[in-house]
């Protein structure tokens, strides 16, 4: 498994708006926005020299958490394939995919497509999910989704290899002898595990070719670093592995509005000597939010970024 960016190089992602409008990170403006907005934002960051967009996913939220998380989730594989056709450099991650609700011959048919289409751009982020009742309505254990999301990654590594007829035989899954056209155009899709409980490091360390972290501030990082390092080391796992971080919320320049406390705001050089010292953590990627008042203020920012933030990552 070769790596998806260079070692030694921090790059840059994001997870688009729009697509998910949790109350957490949603700005206003998103509510009454669309198509066209996604696809202009997803084109700038592609001429900004992103690593990737990001997009999340649930089926279906019950009513008790819709005030908190809303109802707003585009399905990740149609969301990915239509800036598939809109982008033409920026990889495609799924941030992240709740697996185990579907069969892995299901995931395997969509994601193996979403690449074939777009020339092998896909990075395959996953979870285990959190959301009960979106488990019980489609019939899966909610109790056992680690375990359910354990096997399908295994069903799917072998789904998703070079073969028409994948075989696998798992205890919950197992198929032979039935062909799945196209492959995905990457020999091996790229497998990027998202979560920071223990359950989630262990198996982004054993299964995964990289860690999603959720939401760990920058000085728990380290400890979570070391333990992949050590879970990966004591289960003889090798080859590359990529790191993740998701940023506080930044804005480029002096904002002349709210942008909230914790939001990193000023020079583009201030900016990247900041984020740099998520590279000196041991971190490979970072995912990067910006405040904005609407899509134009959204665009800047990230042309600003990827203009006068990005060149000094590197330094």
Same mark, same amino acid.
């Given at each position: ?7 030694? /190089?921090?790059?840059?992602?994001? %997870? *688009? ?8 990170? &949603? ?7 669309? &198509?066209?907005?996604? +696809? ?23 009513? /008790? ?25 920026? $990889? ?9 609700? /579907? ?6 048919? %969509?994601? !193996? ?18 959301? %009960? ?25 072998? &789904? ?6 994948? =075989?696998?035989?798992?205890? *919950? ?9 196209? $492959? ?8 990027? @595990? ?7 490091? /262990?198996?982004?360390? @054993?299964?995964?070719?990289? #860690? ?11 400890? %979570? ?11 003889? @796992? ?15 320049? =002096?904002?002349? #509005? ?11 050089? !201030? ?8 590279? +000196?953590?041991? @971190? ?6 910006? $405040? ?24």
């Amino acid at each position: 498994m070769a790596r998806v960016f260079p070692e030694g /190089r921090l790059v840059y992602g994001m %997870q *688009l708006p729009i697509q998910s409008q949790s109350t957490i990170y &949603a700005e206003p403006w998103e509510a009454s926005a669309g &198509a066209a907005d996604l +696809a202009e934002i997803a084109r700038a960051a592609d001429r900004s020299g992103f690593a990737y967009l990001a997009t999340c996913d649930h089926v279906a939220i019950p009513r /008790r958490l819709a005030g908190a998380m809303s109802t707003v989730w585009y399905d990740p594989v149609a969301t990915l394939s239509f800036l598939a056709g809109v982008t033409e450099h920026v $990889r495609l991650l799924s941030h992240v995919a709740i697996l185990g609700l /579907r069969h892995p011959l299901i995931s395997a048919k %969509q994601y !193996a497509t979403l690449d074939h289409l777009c020339g092998g751009r896909l990075i395959l982020g996953v979870g285990a999910g959190h959301v %009960q009742e979106e488990f019980e309505v489609l019939g899966v254990d909610f109790a056992r989704r680690g375990a359910v999301l354990d096997e399908t990654l295994d069903a799917l590594r072998a &789904a998703l290899g070079p073969e028409e007829y994948p =075989e696998f035989e798992g205890e *919950l899954f197992s198929f032979g002898g039935l062909g799945q056209l196209p $492959r995905p155009a990457q020999e091996r899709i790229p497998v990027w @595990v998202g979560g920071s409980s223990p359950a989630a490091v /262990r198996r982004a360390a @054993v299964r995964g070719d990289g #860690w999603l972290p959720q939401g760990d501030p920058r000085e728990k990082l380290p400890a %979570q670093i070391a333990r992949i390092a050590q879970l990966r080391a004591e289960a003889g @796992v090798t080859g590359p592995f990529e790191v993740g971080a998701i940023t506080e919320a930044l804005y480029v320049g =002096e904002p002349g #509005w709210d942008t909230g406390r914790r939001t990193l705001t000023g020079k583009a050089e !201030a900016l990247a000597e900041s984020l740099r010292a998520y590279g +000196a953590l041991g @971190v490979d990627q970072i995912q990067v939010r910006f $405040r904005s008042r609407d899509r134009a203020e959204l665009v800047d920012q990230i042309t600003a970024f990827g203009a006068e933030v990005a060149p000094h990552l590197n330094d």
